[in-house]
């Protein structure tokens, strides 16, 4: 089943069982999959690499947004953004462990020849190809930081 037709079946299931904070959480999926349809270049269709990058986008903002708003010691709004973030999560790919992660930068480390901070770039680009949508992209900084530093 494609991404936005399991969207949708999920919104009439939410809708049915009455769960709110699910419904709102999937009609801003929708809403932003319906949006990446229409951008310049698109024929209405999402495919299913850019829904997920969408996905991650959306789950990002939200988690951003939870931090922000527990600096700020308002539990009352992080909490449904940290809701949001879980149930759009669970349309996303299984993200990888963070010894899985290192074990593949490490790799990259060595076929780039990369040796110091300062060879950073050489070492994210591939990693952050090669490990789209399956781990988290601070994870993947920080990782190559603490393996050339």
Same mark, same amino acid.
């Given at each position: 089943m494609?991404?936005?037709?399991? &969207?949708?079946?999920?919104?009439?299931?939410?809708?049915?069982?009455?769960?709110?904070?699910?419904?709102?959480?999937?009609?801003?999926?929708? /809403?932003?999959?319906?949006?990446a349809?229409t951008?310049?270049?698109a024929?209405?269709? +999402? /495919?299913?690499?850019?829904?997920?990058?969408?996905?991650?986008k959306?789950?990002?903002?939200?988690?951003?947004?939870?931090?922000?708003?527990?600096?700020?010691?308002?539990?009352?709004?992080?909490?449904?953004? &940290?809701?949001?973030?879980?149930?759009i /999560?669970t349309?996303?790919? +299984?993200?990888?462990?963070? /010894?899985?992660?290192?074990a593949?930068?490490?790799? &990259?480390?060595?076929?780039?020849?990369a040796?110091s901070?300062?060879?950073?770039?050489?070492?994210?680009?591939?990693?952050?190809?090669?490990?789209?949508?399956?781990?988290?992209?601070?994870?993947?900084?920080?990782l190559?930081?603490?393996?050339?530093g």
């Amino acid at each position: 089943m494609k991404l936005t037709e399991q &969207i949708n079946a999920d919104i009439k299931a939410a809708m049915l069982a009455r769960e709110k904070d699910k419904l709102e959480a999937l009609r801003a999926v929708k /809403s932003a999959l319906l949006l990446a349809g229409t951008e310049k270049g698109a024929d209405g269709n +999402v /495919s299913e690499e850019a829904g997920l990058k969408v996905l991650q986008k959306l789950v990002k903002q939200r988690k951003d947004a939870a931090v922000i708003y527990t600096e700020q010691n308002r539990d009352d709004l992080a909490q449904p953004e &940290i809701f949001q973030a879980e149930v759009i /999560s669970t349309y996303l790919p +299984v993200q990888m462990g963070e /010894s899985e992660v290192k074990a593949i930068i490490q790799l &990259i480390i060595e076929r780039t020849g990369a040796s110091s901070p300062a060879d950073m770039g050489k070492v994210m680009g591939p990693a952050m190809g090669q490990l789209q949508g399956k781990a988290d992209g601070k994870l993947i900084s920080s990782l190559v930081k603490e393996l050339l530093g």
